[in-house]
């Protein structure tokens, strides 16, 4: 049968064909035909070799030195050729018996001896997929056009390894930290954020054939996989660990981001998006961790209003300090801002004598000004990340709290606590909304940022909140006016668990 082969084809048959006449035996031998389609530096077999990081040289020697190896006999002329049809057709919809075709082919035909030209850096499956016309105009489903239309190129190969290595990484630090946020902060909102990102960065690299990430693998040849830098098998702390792995992620994506540019402008503004969240991920995270260490133990927070308070502030905080009451928040709503500003820095002196925390209501520049430890925020007043900018990276900064997005948000942003309420009506401030103890114990079931319960809450009532799920509570009214002050808020403490 008359085959319709390529020049270079029915060249390299003739190679071999004359090797097979020239050792004696007439046998055709695998390395006599690849040795034939590898003769020309310039084609399409050498080629492949070269995209795919074989070095042309060392290949073409093993085929001709390599006294140990297997050298099997080819298939007939008849297989050889109706395989590369095959793979012809599958691959480019083209049955014609071209050189690349026959190469493909003849890798295939013996699994030994495939293994053998591993072991000199040949890769099939690269191989194969930079024959893959689908490979190179692969889109994901919900997009209308195309991601990326290109020519086969080693260029391809290249970036789609470091994608892929990446990959791994990013997927590998995704993975410890969701064992953090699980198991060592308990927080659901954190652990579903880490899933999330997960989930959109295994959607943006779907942008890249799987098949192309898999073929330009090549752990083997990873000059870097025994390569280990010092530190590397040491941590202190599971804190520690998520630490490493954060910025691990940040790395790995900031590297899919830049390689995966070769591949088109979405692949990388996606990954964008995943690794500016992987930094907020990294605040809400380790600064959660050195806030729950300054409130770990902070119960009872009492919300202090001049004019409420039946006794002078400064006999109310030491008051109520000596009783239990751990933070205090300055909470003026109608004074001047020098009126406010010296409230401010006289309360900064009493709190620091009585060695509780203190916290200035609504202002972080006036936070900042006295030296106050931190700032609370509703969610009519400065987002976090503007307060952040005012008050410093070690300032505290809470947030209230009335629905299930708003605690999310809150812990994303990087909140160190927040308010969660109101719980019942307060004497204090009026509310026609009250998310009640349902909220209480959606929030103790969330998130173990530090949450404190607060709007209406009593001796009499605090025992609700205890039994919802929260241990923390803030108050005003029970506290501002009482005549005795120590003994509620040590009863306070009391219920609260001490
Ligand atoms: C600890 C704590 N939680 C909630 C609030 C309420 O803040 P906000 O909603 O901004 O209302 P005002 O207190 O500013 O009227 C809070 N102050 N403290
Ligand atoms: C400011 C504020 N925000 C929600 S409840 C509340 C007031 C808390 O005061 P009280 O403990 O007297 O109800
Ligand atoms: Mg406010």
């Known amino acids: 049968m008359k085959h319709d082969l390529s020049p270079a084809v029915e060249r390299a048959r003739d190679a071999a064909l004359g090797a097979a006449d020239r050792n004696g035996t007439g046998v055709v031998r695998l390395t006599d035909w690849l040795l034939g389609l590898l003769e020309e530096d310039e084609g399409k077999p050498a080629s492949l070799l070269e995209r795919t990081g074989a070095d042309l040289a060392d290949v073409r020697a093993a085929l001709g030195d390599r006294g140990d190896w297997l050298h099997p006999p080819a298939p007939s002329e008849y297989t050889i050729y109706a395989a590369a049809r095959e793979r012809g057709l599958v691959l480019r919809g083209d049955p014609a018996l071209t050189s690349e075709f026959v190469f493909l082919a003849l890798l295939n035909a013996d699994a030994g001896f495939r293994d053998q030209l591993a072991g000199v850096g ?9 024959l893959d016309a689908k490979l190179y105009v692969a889109a994901p489903a919900d997009d209308a056009e195309p991601v990326f239309v290109v020519p086969e190129s080693t260029e391809h190969i ?11 990484r990013a997927r590998e630090a995704f993975r410890v930290l969701d064992d953090y946020c699980r198991f060592v902060l308990d927080d659901r909102v954190l652990t579903e954020e880490v899933k999330a990102m997960r989930h959109d960065l295994a959607a943006a690299s779907a942008r890249i054939p799987p098949a192309l990430l898999l073929a330009a693998r090549n752990t083997p040849g990873d000059v870097g996989t025994d390569v280990t830098a010092g530190g590397e098998y040491a941590r202190e702390s599971p804190s520690q660990v998520a630490a490493v792995n954060l910025k691990r992620a940040q790395e790995a994506l900031r590297s899919i981001e830049e390689y995966g540019k070769v591949f088109g402008p979405e692949l990388g503004r996606a990954v964008e998006a995943v690794r500016y969240r992987a930094y907020t991920l990294e605040r809400a995270v380790l600064a959660g961790a050195t806030a729950r260490g300054r409130l770990a133990g902070a119960k009872l927070y009492v919300l202090l ?9 400064d006999f109310t905080i030491a008051e109520a300090a000596a009783g239990g009451a751990q933070v205090f928040q300055l ?29 200035v209501n609504d202002r972080p520049d006036v936070a900042r000004l006295v030296g106050a430890d931190g700032v609370h ?17 070690d300032a505290l900064i809470g947030v209230s709290t009335h629905t299930p997005e708003q605690v999310r948000r809150a812990v994303l942003d990087g909140a160190d606590y927040i308010g969660v309420g ?35 809450i009593n001796l009499s009532n605090a025992g609700q909140v205890v039994e919802a799920g929260l241990t923390r509570v803030a108050v005003s009214s029970a506290i501002a006016e009482e005549d005795e002050p120590q003994p509620v808020a040590a009863r306070f403490r009391q219920i609260l668990g001490g």
């Open 422 to 456: 109101p719980t019942f009506p307060s004497r204090t401030k009026e509310f026609d909304h009250f998310p009640g103890l349902d909220f209480v114990r959606f929030v103790a079931a969330e998130t173990s940022l530090p949450a404190f319960a607060l709007g209406g």
């Open 377 to 393: 925020l509703g969610q009519d007043d400065l987002p976090v990340a503007a307060a952040r900018r005012i008050v410093g990276p």
């Open 158 to 168: 290249d970036a789609a390894r470091v994608v892929d290595a990446n990959l791994n």
């Open 122 to 130: 040949v890769r099939v499956d690269a191989i194969e997929a930079l």
């Open 305 to 313: 209003t001049g004019a409420q308070c039946v006794s002078s502030l």
């Open 331 to 359: 909470r003026e709503k109608t004074m001047t801002d020098r009126e406010l500003i010296d409230r401010a820095e006289r309360m900064r002196r009493w709190t620091r004598d009585a060695g509780v925390l203190y916290i």
